[in-house]
């Protein structure tokens, strides 16, 4: 398993204002993707980072809103721009694991509540 | 495109009374389900990872098993502690991506 921080927990933001959450993995890792959990929902696909190329969005989500950098085997950061109330929601990190094959693990989250 | 069910949306047990969750599930091509455990304010808890039909794990008191089209985790004589959501997620033979279900809300009462 890969022991994983996100940073800052939790944040109140003012509207159209933009916030940067950063996660570190404990070990390198390949894949990194972001997640949005509304309340009371499932998990929604947010964008999968690679380290070297660009991440690869979901649809509904655009780079302009939510620019992700991927510098290293070992962080990744999601900015949420222009943030409005509809933004308020848990911002997961997770990374796929080795052991088990295939498997993905997550982080604390991080959440996010727009006034 | 893949899909994920799950059933019930939520179920209230007594501490101690057994009970099972559904994932019901639609892919092109199993590479993997996956059953997660999420408790209010956290990230997802890695609970077990299943490959193939037939194939069965076991932590604690629960247990999850695989058929070709649907997973379940079985849970036996649960307690208070066991309260969380559970979380259902596939993954496909042909993308890089994680498809989730909606969740089962587990209550245990004691």
């Known amino acids: 398993s890969a022991v994983i921080s996100q940073k800052p927990s939790r944040d109140i933001c003012q509207r159209g204002t933009s916030l940067t959450i950063q996660c570190q993995v404990d070990s390198q890792v390949t894949m990194m993707f972001w997640y949005r959990q509304q309340p009371g929902q499932s998990l929604t696909l947010i964008a999968t980072?690679?380290?070297?190329?660009?991440?690869?969005?979901e649809s509904g989500f655009v780079i302009d809103k939510f620019p992700i950098s991927r510098p290293n085997l070992t962080f990744s950061t999601l900015t949420v721009s222009n943030m409005s109330p509809e933004d308020s929601s848990i911002y997961l990190c997770?990374?796929?694991?080795?052991?088990?094959?295939?498997?993905?693990?997550f982080g604390p989250g991080t959440r996010l509540l727009v006034l | 495109e893949d899909q994920v069910t799950q059933s019930p949306e939520a179920l209230r047990l007594q501490e101690g009374e057994s009970s099972s969750l559904n994932c019901s599930y639609t892919v092109s091509g199993l590479r993997g389900l996956f059953w997660y455990r999420q408790d209010p304010g956290k990230g997802p808890e890695f609970l077990f990872t299943?490959?193939?039909a037939g194939e069965e794990k076991e932590k604690e008191r629960l247990k999850a098993t695989l058929t070709k089209k649907e997973s379940f985790l079985h849970i036996t004589a649960p307690k208070p502690e066991d309260s969380a959501t559970y979380l259902c997620a596939v993954r496909d033979n042909y993308g890089q991506n994680f498809v989730f279900g909606p969740g089962t809300r587990l209550s245990v009462l004691p």
């Open positions: 299943l490959y193939s």
């Open positions: 980072a690679n380290q070297g190329s660009e991440a690869t969005y």
């Open positions: 997770s990374v796929e694991g080795t052991a088990p094959r295939e498997t993905q693990y």
